[in-house]
């Protein structure tokens, strides 16, 4: 949490994070609004539905530039919270969210 109390996109499951120059970006799953329509494991390799539960998992939350058009693309299809999707894809950098970024401001679009 920063020094004026508001806790920031980098903060949320950041404790046992890679540094940020070796992995910029991260993922923020809102795995309770995910209802396995599949669409993120069709277009991205870091996706996979789960045959116990049917819902989808990151085998990874912390990735680099390589690994960002797939992930990105991953949270636009999502299907999830009428259209503005349960993946976020967050640059750690700037705290912004890269995608889906529904309010089209870069302010973390999570639904606790």
Same mark, same amino acid.
């Given at each position: 949490?920063? +020094?004026?109390?508001?806790? %920031? ?11 940020? +120059? ?6 923020? !799953?809102?795995?309770? @609004? /995910? !209802?396995?329509? &599949?669409? $993120?494991?069709?277009?991205? +390799?870091?996706?996979? *539905?789960?045959?116990?539960?049917? *819902? ?5 939350? !912390? !990735? &680099?530039?390589?690994?960002? +058009?797939?992930?990105? %693309?991953?949270?636009?299809? $999502?299907?999830?919270? @009428?259209?503005?999707? /349960?993946?976020?894809?967050?640059? %750690? %950098? ?13 302010? *973390?679009?999570?639904?606790?």
């Amino acid at each position: 949490m920063s +020094d004026d109390g508001i806790q %920031r996109a980098s903060d949320i499951g950041s404790s046992d994070a890679p540094p940020i +120059d070796e992995k910029p970006y991260k993922l923020i !799953f809102e795995a309770n @609004k /995910c !209802f396995g329509a &599949g669409k $993120c494991a069709e277009v991205s +390799d870091n996706w996979e *539905l789960s045959i116990t539960s049917g *819902l989808a998992q990151p085998t990874t939350y !912390f !990735f &680099g530039e390589d690994d960002l +058009d797939h992930n990105v %693309r991953a949270a636009e299809v $999502c299907p999830a919270k @009428k259209d503005d999707g /349960c993946i976020h894809v967050i640059d %750690r %950098r700037t705290d912004e969210e890269i995608a889906p970024d529904p309010h089209g401001d870069g302010t *973390l679009s999570v639904d606790w």
